[in-house]
């Protein structure tokens, strides 16, 4: 298609290099020579394709039919792709690789399906939000029916009701222990299983629906019989179970995709927003709460929207049940308080006042720290006490097991009357303890915990000091009694293997800590803060409302400090409305975190630490996330342990002998220097899958193997390819938080390589990222 003028140029300039080539020939030397050489024969072309013909053994544009109208001759098979499209039954169904992918039809199929997932994804989201607060209500109006029955025999003056509610509350912990023990993915929080969950250590049977009623029974009960526990974290794991299990179609098919398993990550932000919500009526606080302990995660809008969404369809179908049973039940919210908005709050020395609840936080974060350490340790010796004399369990399949031990047989009846005394003994020494010791401290008196929160929190508790003090003891070593009772108890009951949660408890360590803590500063102080600004010191309500926003502090700040989230701060206020309190519970929030990341791991992570999955923690609350990967990589000796590009079926067979541990295998291209140039990337199947096709017999080991063949990237036959060509890779100062990033937004990567340059350094596996040590 070049026009004369253009042919007529074209021509000329044929002529003119022509002639420059004999005057240059005799005085070149040979490389130049050869230059030449190369530079005419492409003009020689050229001025032949002018002429209206097409060289030897070229193709026009068109693609396919040269200026004759004969065809171009295809590639030959290599000597790889005729044995494999030699083997019996063999049919070649290989797509185009367009495909599906090109047309505008194609755009608007994939939009229309796009649309039908996020129908599904928001009809899942918002029928999982109603059931679980649904849930969660009846759990909680069980329990506070139960505890204020409870409260009238928790009495050491009635030693005969005392006795009878002690037997009571052990026989229901005994019996919900022998039902939780036929499921073990039932026992503990619930946050660290789902936060593993998100990182991609896949518990195919953690999220079914007999995991969701037996734990819904074992909660209700062991929150009935009294034990310190909180259903925050449990309210999760079982909103995820009902998400998972409403449409198990959907799961599945987005399980098998990056897109789906993003789907799947938004749904179980969406479970935790919605147990935290609801368990507060706090859907702000739940979403944040969410999103801060399952970080560091990729998030889009929707995940954020699918969060608030959800948090606020849970809280308010939460509270619409909360108001129709209202007047025959009494069931309070999870915290609540009497002061008013300003009251104990005004001061002519504000940073006086914050400066002694950022004191606060401070003390709360430093024994928030150690209370951590504390229940690491008591959980360990429950553990190793409980188990002595039984033997392990047979290993089960990788993403069968759960997160707190050996997964157990699934006969239910069998399990039920393996009485392993030392379980049973523990859940009932506990029980007996937690009830008789409450019995004899009138302020606990064993009382459900949003009433225990709301006189915690209550402005006219020291007006009411006749009712809880102990005469013995006085104001302060009372409340220093019931701090070391729920200090140890709360250790205790969490260190049993039963549906657990630690939000709530740690929140009533706080309140009592900041109770005491207020009780300890001089009364010149406390008047002088509360002088108005007549010069008339603080009448007994402005005392008392004093006095109850150190407990709302102590609260939300050792409750932050345990589970490391700031989110505790946004929630009480959200709930509790006292603008007065916003910068106080900011500071002393964010004072309590600085404070306990220099004592211990947060208290879901401490527990992931101690199961193997040290990485989780590493990559969220230590400096290991700002590491370079060449830090953290196993590094490769390419001459060992790598497959050259062309090698021998032999040769293949030996590195899998030498190295029986090793699931991948980086396939190079050696250069002169002793590098070598990464090429791709092989898994263990497909190496051996490889050999068993070339040579099925072991009779020619010897077989030359070019894997960089087209044929083993995308075999004719349609099936999955038998090595990567394009790996994923990283430079060595790449972040190892940003080494999991990518492994999480490219699903399926289990390594990533480290490279410079091309040449191949070392390589980083998703297991090895997530069982470092912390």
């Known amino acids: 298609n070049i026009s004369p003028v253009g042919s007529r140029a074209l021509a000329g300039g044929v002529d003119f290099f022509s002639e420059g080539r004999r005057t240059l020939g005799g005085m070149a030397s040979g490389a130049t020579k050869r230059t030449l050489k190369g530079i005419t024969s492409m003009f020689d072309g050229s001025a032949a394709t002018v002429a209206g013909g097409t060289p030897a053994g070229a193709s026009t544009p068109g693609g396919g039919a040269n200026a004759s109208g004969g065809m171009t001759p295809k590639t030959p098979l290599t000597q790889i792709s005729k044995t494999l499209q030699s083997r019996p039954n063999f049919k070649k169904t290989r797509p185009a690789a367009s495909l599906g992918v090109q047309s505008d039809q194609d755009k608007t199929s994939h939009m229309g399906e796009q649309s039908r997932v996020k129908f599904q994804f928001w009809r899942i989201l918002v029928l999982t939000a109603v059931l679980s607060s649904t849930l969660s209500f009846a759990i909680d109006n069980f329990t ?107 799961i599945k098919k987005r399980q098998q995709s990056a ?114 350490t504390m229940h690491a340790k008591f959980a360990k010796a429950f553990k190793d006490w409980r188990l002595k004399g039984v033997k392990p369990a047979a290993p089960v399949p990788a993403g069968a097991e759960p997160l707190l031990g050996t997964a157990k047989k699934r006969n239910m009846c069998g399990k039920i009357w393996n009485f392993q005394w030392r379980d049973l003994f523990l859940c009932a020494l506990v029980t007996a303890l937690n009830t008789v010791w409450a019995g004899y401290l009138p302020l606990l008196n064993g009382k459900p915990q949003p009433l225990l929160i709301s006189n915690l929190f209550d402005k006219n508790l020291m007006m009411e000091t006749d009712t809880w003090v102990l005469p013995q003891l006085g104001v302060v070593g009372t409340l220093m009694a019931c701090l070391a009772m729920k200090w140890f108890m709360t250790i205790m009951s969490l260190s049993l293997s039963m549906p657990t949660g630690v939000v709530a408890p740690t929140m009533i360590i706080g309140a009592l800590l900041g109770r005491t803590y207020g009780f300890l500063i001089p009364d010149s102080i406390k008047d002088i803060l509360l002088t ?37 701060a946004i929630t009480v206020f959200e709930v509790l409305a006292l603008p007065g309190a916003v910068l106080p519970l900011c500071s002393a929030t964010l004072t309590a ?48 342990d790598c497959l050259m590009w062309k090698t021998r079926l032999f040769d293949m ?122």
């Open 593 to 640: 975190i600085f404070v306990a990341n220099q004592v211990e791991l947060p208290f879901f992570d401490k527990n992931l630490a101690g199961r193997g999955l040290g990485g989780i923690p590493a990559l969220t609350f230590t400096d290991h996330a700002e590491a370079p990967a060449f830090s953290i990589m196993k590094k490769i000796d390419v001459f060992k």
């Open 653 to 774: 067979h030996e590195i899998l002998k030498a190295q029986p541990d090793t699931k991948y295998f980086a396939v190079v291209r050696p250069i002169d220097d002793g590098d070598a140039v990464l090429m791709g990337s092989m898994s263990r199947a497909q190496v051996d899958k490889i050999i068993s096709i070339l040579d099925p017999d072991g009779s020619k080991p010897e077989t030359p193997v070019d894997l960089m063949d087209p044929e083993l990237q995308r075999p004719a036959d349609g099936s999955d390819p038998l090595i990567e060509g394009c790996p994923p890779h990283v430079s060595p100062s790449t972040l190892v938080r940003e080494v999991y990033l990518i492994m999480k937004v490219a699903h399926g990567e289990n390594i990533v390589y480290v490279t410079r340059d091309g040449c191949l350094l070392g390589s980083i596996t998703f297991a090895s990222l997530m069982n470092s040590k912390v």
């Open 144 to 250: 506070f029916i139960y505890g204020m029955w409870r409260i009238q025999f928790t009495n050491a003056t009635n030693i005969t009701g005392l006795l009878g509610v002690t037997c009571a509350n052990v026989i229901m912990v005994l019996v919900a222990r022998l039902i939780v023990r036929t499921t073990m993915e039932c026992e503990g929080s619930g946050f660290p299983e789902m936060k593993a969950m998100l990182f991609g250590h896949v518990l195919d049977n953690y999220l079914t629906l007999r995991v969701l009623f037996i734990k819904a029974i074992g909660l209700a009960m062991l929150v009935s019989a009294g034990l310190p526990v909180g259903k925050e974290g449990p309210n999760c794991h079982m909103a995820a179970c009902i998400a998972k299990n409403l449409d198990p179609e959907f």
């Open 532 to 568: 108005n600004a007549a010069g008339e010191p603080g009448n007994e309500e402005e005392y008392g409302a004093f006095m109850a926003r150190f407990a709302i502090i102590g609260a939300a700040s050792f409750c932050a400090a345990v589970c490391r989230a700031f989110a505790m």
């Open 259 to 372: 897109a789906g398993s993003g789907q799947i990550t938004k749904l179980i932000l969406a479970a935790c927003a919605v147990g935290v919500g609801a368990s507060f009526s706090a859907p702000i606080g739940g979403v944040i709460f969410s999103l801060e302990l399952m970080l560091p995660q990729v998030y889009d809008h929707t995940s954020y929207w699918g969060c608030f969404a959800s948090g606020i369809f849970g809280s308010l179908t939460y509270e619409v049940l909360r108001s129709w049973t209202a007047g025959s039940t009494g069931l309070l919210p999870l915290i609540s308080t009497n002061v008013a908005a300003g009251e104990g709050a005004q001061s002519h020395y504000p940073l006086c006042r914050l400066l002694l609840d950022v004191t606060l936080g401070a003390i709360c974060g430093f024994l928030g720290g150690h209370w951590i």
